[in-house]
């Protein structure tokens, strides 16, 4: 029984860790409570490798900034060549990308899906 007990703990341990090294779970900035109904719940955080080891943990997106530009929810925020671009909906349910600037403070291109 033993042996059963220590093989799950180490499966769970290396699933945790694959998690981790994907960025489902290293990359969340802290700051960000993930809360059902909140504007980042259940968004997926994806750091680029390279700018992570250049610039270090991706920053936190301005919400206001976001919000200003027509998100109402985010389902993604990701960091690739020293920008990060945010992927929601606005409220008429419509996807939008947003790409900012390397501190996610200030908007520098709004997509807006019209289908």
Do not use: C
Not at 2 to 25: E, R, S, Y
Request: charged letters at 35%; zero cysteines; proline letters at 3%.
């Amino acid at each position: 029984m033993k042996k059963f007990v220590i093989a799950g703990a180490a499966t769970v341990a290396v699933i945790a860790g694959g998690l981790a090294a994907t960025g489902a779970i290293a990359n969340t900035p802290a700051a960000v409570k993930q809360v059902a109904g909140d504007f980042w719940a259940g968004a997926h955080w994806d750091d680029d490798d390279d700018d992570h080891r250049v610039r270090g943990p991706i920053p936190r997106p301005s919400e206001a900034a976001l919000r200003k530009a027509g998100l109402v929810r985010v389902t993604e925020v990701e960091r690739d060549d020293g920008r990060i671009e945010v992927e929601g909906y606005d409220a008429q349910g419509r996807e939008l990308d947003v790409t900012m600037d390397a501190k996610g403070q200030k908007v520098l291109r709004v997509e807006r899906d019209r289908d």
